[in-house]
């Protein structure tokens, strides 16, 4: 009784402590993988998206044509895309469409970094609500 109750206790420690999720997405060419698994993020706020995102969103636009408000990202910089510098994949484009109006404006961005996605920009939209996920490669000649 004194071995199984040990054991018991050993093996939660273990799946408590030695088992962390994995981010979705490892690398640039994982993120298709999102819009497979698009319904673990639908209705759930834009935060949880972003926590499964490894590589770093470089740069970022909103959108909030009527019924369609969204983010583009990209996993470039500006420079990259000018210069058309990069694989393949790294050209890929994540769409993430949102419930709400986002609160976007160029105007008040900082001048040369309009387009530069930042922790704050993640912090003050992280709470809008995922509605649908698009995923577009589209290779620049």
Not at 36 to 61: H, R, S
């Amino acid at each position: 009784m004194k071995n199984t109750l040990k054991f018991y206790a050993i093996l939660f420690l273990l799946i408590n402590t030695g088992c962390k999720a994995q981010q979705v997405i490892q690398t640039v060419k994982d993120v298709p993988l999102l819009k497979t698994n698009e319904q673990q993020f639908i209705n759930k706020p834009l935060k949880n998206l972003l926590k499964e995102i490894k590589p770093a969103i470089k740069n970022a636009g909103a959108s909030n044509e009527v019924g369609h408000q969204y983010f583009s990202f990209k996993f470039r910089t500006l420079e990259q895309i000018n210069k058309n510098e990069g694989s393949y994949e790294d050209k890929v484009s994540l769409y993430v469409y949102v419930k709400e109006i986002i609160d976007w404006k160029w105007e008040e961005r900082t001048k040369g970094k309009e387009l530069e996605w930042s922790k704050e920009d993640a912090e003050k939209y992280g709470n809008l609500t995922v509605v649908r996920i698009k995923v577009i490669n589209q290779p620049q000649k």
